[in-house]
């Protein structure tokens, strides 16, 4: 099992979200974030406002726990729907789950995803 983080612009959250139902997946965790990358949260539109002093721009994450044999075809799923071209667009990672357990039924592994 697989976990996918990525973090995205909230613009692009519909885009993901329908693309991600297209291939068959549907369970997800979306969270509201903030943060920033190399460019410390400033991009082409904030250079002339001298009064922006936030680096963290507003972000969304979405998770999803899927099969080993989908990450690939989820991974260019979520960055073909999340391209904008544009600074900001966000970061994916993978990560490696171990264990899963549905709490109400005690399934565990694929059958509790």
Do not use: C, W
Request: aromatic content about 6%; charged content about 35%.
């Amino acid at each position: 099992m697989k976990k996918i983080e990525a973090i995205i612009k909230p613009s692009k959250l519909s885009n993901v979200k329908d693309a991600l139902h297209e291939i068959g997946l549907t369970g997800m965790t979306v969270s509201d974030v903030k943060g920033f990358g190399r460019q410390r949260g400033q991009d082409e539109g904030l250079k002339n406002n001298l009064d922006y002093d936030d680096e963290f721009r507003v972000k969304i994450k979405i998770e999803l726990i899927i099969e080993e044999k989908i990450v690939e075809k989820a991974l260019e799923t979520i960055k073909n729907a999340a391209y904008s071209g544009k600074i900001g667009d966000g970061k994916i990672f993978i990560y490696t789950i171990d264990q899963v357990v549905r709490i109400r039924t005690g399934e565990k592994g694929s059958d509790a995803v």
